[in-house]
């Protein structure tokens, strides 16, 4: 399939690019910003060999869904979505933190725990939890936003020590932060999922903090559903989960981890479809919409046909 696994264009009135792990990222006139959302995929802060069909189709239209519902919590950065795979908006300055938030003890925070350690981000957790078990309330677990390698675990009392953000922004962000998950999990409920961690990124414009980036996708995002939820859990066995940590385990399950010396192992055509499956599934889930996939004979040419159309009005 014409997935699009990177683009190299020369928009009018270009005055920069920047090619993140999934989005391609062009500068405007020094105005604002075009970002395409690709089909790769990275996981373990790597960037996977194959991209995934629609894979960025669904995660822009889920951004676009959900920073929509959630403009009166916080203003966001975006201008309008052109195409289903790319969003246009506004320059901002990103904060050098990842907001982190955490309902239930899964991914990175269960790895952490069942390792020993009980406190996650200078965050204390009490003994006796188990996989997937809800906390007792959300927690907030930064990390430090790296533009490259590995994001690192970080405390709010480092952040505030290093002058990584002013102690009047990080109020903010934590409130935003709070804000934002309380909508997401009861926007979540409606459609019979839990949203049980996800990550938020900020940034500043005219003094003014924005909410930037991609929100409740399942790249920054994990669902379970909530019918099976007691029930796994009290039986002790797996969630069934709508994330990309279908994506980490059958990395972990082929010993990568991105680590030096492991290899990424081979992603055959069957894996690829399987994966470009489960983004549409989450994306009819949490939307409550049928997904149409647009026209990739040629994405390449459309994608760049609709940006040039956008930034034509500014």
């Known amino acids: ?33 075009v970002m395409v959302v690709t089909d790769r995929i990275s996981a373990f802060d790597v960037v996977l060999p194959e991209a995934i069909p629609y ?22 950065w975006v201008l309008q979505v052109p195409d289903p795979s790319v969003t246009i908006g506004k320059i901002c300055e990103p904060f050098k933190v990842e907001m982190v938030i955490r309902g239930y003890l899964a991914g990175h925070a ?52 290093q002058g990584i953000v002013t102690q009047a922004d990080y109020i903010k962000l934590e409130q935003y932060t709070q804000q934002l998950y309380q909508r997401g999990t009861d926007m979540a409920a409606q459609r019979g999922l839990i949203l ?47 994330s990309k ?10 010993n990568f981890q991105g680590k030096e010396g492991q290899s990424i192992p081979e992603m055959n055509e069957d894996k690829v479809n399987s994966i470009s499956e489960r983004y549409i599934e989450l994306y009819e889930k949490i939307s409550g919409k049928p997904f149409v996939k647009e026209a990739t004979t040629n994405v390449y040419k459309r994608v760049e046909d609709n940006v040039i159309k956008a930034i034509a009005q500014y």
């Open 245 to 254: 940590e279908f994506v980490r385990q059958w990395l972990i399950e082929n």
């Open 55 to 76: 894979k960025g189709q669904v995660l822009n239209q889920i951004a676009a869904l959900f920073l929509e519902a959630t403009k009166d919590i916080v203003p966001n």
């Open 110 to 161: 269960w790895r952490e725990y069942a390792a020993g350690k009980r406190q996650v981000c200078g965050v204390n957790l009490p003994d006796g939890l188990k996989e997937n078990d809800q906390l007792p309330q959300p927690i907030i677990t930064p990390t430090t936003k790296a533009a490259f390698g590995h994001d690192e675990d970080i405390s709010r009392e480092e952040i505030l020590k």
């Open 1 to 33: 399939m014409n997935a699009i696994k990177e683009t190299n264009f020369n928009l009018p009135g270009q005055t920069n690019f920047y090619k993140g792990k999934v989005r391609d990222v062009y500068t405007i006139k020094n105005e604002f910003l």
């Open 196 to 242: 049980v961690d996800t990550k938020y990124e900020f940034g500043k414009a005219d003094d003014v903090i924005y909410l930037i980036d991609e929100i409740h996708t399942p790249d920054s995002s994990r669902y379970f559903y909530k019918d099976s939820y007691q029930q796994l859990q009290a039986n002790g066995e797996a969630q069934k989960q709508l």
